[in-house]
């Protein structure tokens, strides 16, 4: 593929990214069973949409890329040595929780945060963010999770299960 035809696919993707938006607005609007059935599949076509295709015409065109118009900011300097947990949950609890939500498709860190979060209350951890930042950062540090960016700036970074 040439610059030119990497813009055009480009201007292509973006162009269906603003269609997912407004599916997605209307999706938000339906009934839970309705919604539960489409939130999902849509969910891994945005991802696929920007983890892969983009992703892969932005590393050959790095001029490409859209400017950033947000300052990455960190959202967490807890570093897993300073985690103490309680007493109701061991690390391979933890670690068995993170790794029931990635797949190997590249998922922004928030995501997988947010999602965790939600599993920890349903479960009644009292895990909070910061402490499953500081986990998965250090899977990703250890080699058993694959990740890209400053995992300590969740909305820009990703991370995915280690590809084979």
Same mark, same amino acid.
């Given at each position: *593929? %040439?610059? *030119?035809?990497?813009?055009?696919?480009?201007?292509?993707?973006?162009?269906?990214?603003?269609?997912?938006?407004?599916?997605?607005?209307?999706?938000?609007?339906?009934?839970?069973?309705?919604?539960?059935?489409?939130?999902?599949?849509?969910?891994?076509?945005?991802?696929?949409?920007?983890?892969? !295709?983009?992703?892969?015409?932005?590393?050959?065109? /790095?001029?490409?890329?859209?400017?950033? %118009?947000?300052?990455?900011?960190?959202?967490?300097? !807890?570093?897993?040595?300073?985690?103490? !947990?309680?007493?109701?949950?061991?690390?391979?609890?933890?670690?068995?929780?993170?790794?029931?939500?990635? %797949?190997?498709?590249?998922?922004?860190?928030?995501?997988?945060?947010?999602?965790?979060?939600?599993?920890?209350?349903? !479960?009644?951890? /009292?895990?909070? &963010?910061? *402490?499953?930042? &500081?986990?998965?950062?250090?899977?990703?540090? &250890?080699?058993?999770?694959?990740? &890209?960016?400053?995992?300590?700036?969740?909305?820009?970074?990703?991370?995915?299960?280690?590809?084979?």
């Amino acid at each position: *593929m %040439d610059r *030119m035809q990497a813009a055009d696919i480009a201007k292509h993707l973006h162009d269906a990214a603003a269609a997912i938006d407004r599916a997605s607005a209307v999706i938000l609007t339906l009934e839970q069973q309705d919604r539960a059935a489409l939130a999902d599949p849509l969910g891994d076509i945005v991802s696929a949409l920007h983890f892969e !295709l983009l992703r892969a015409v932005y590393n050959r065109y /790095p001029d490409l890329r859209p400017p950033s %118009d947000e300052e990455p900011a960190i959202d967490s300097h !807890l570093r897993w040595e300073n985690v103490v !947990l309680p007493r109701s949950v061991s690390e391979a609890d933890l670690d068995q929780l993170i790794f029931s939500v990635l %797949d190997p498709n590249w998922r922004k860190t928030a995501r997988i945060i947010s999602d965790l979060l939600i599993r920890c209350k349903a !479960l009644a951890w /009292p895990v909070d &963010a910061q *402490m499953l930042s &500081a986990r998965i950062q250090a899977l990703a540090e &250890a080699g058993s999770i694959e990740s &890209a960016g400053d995992l300590r700036a969740w909305r820009h970074s990703e991370v995915r299960l280690r590809s084979r």
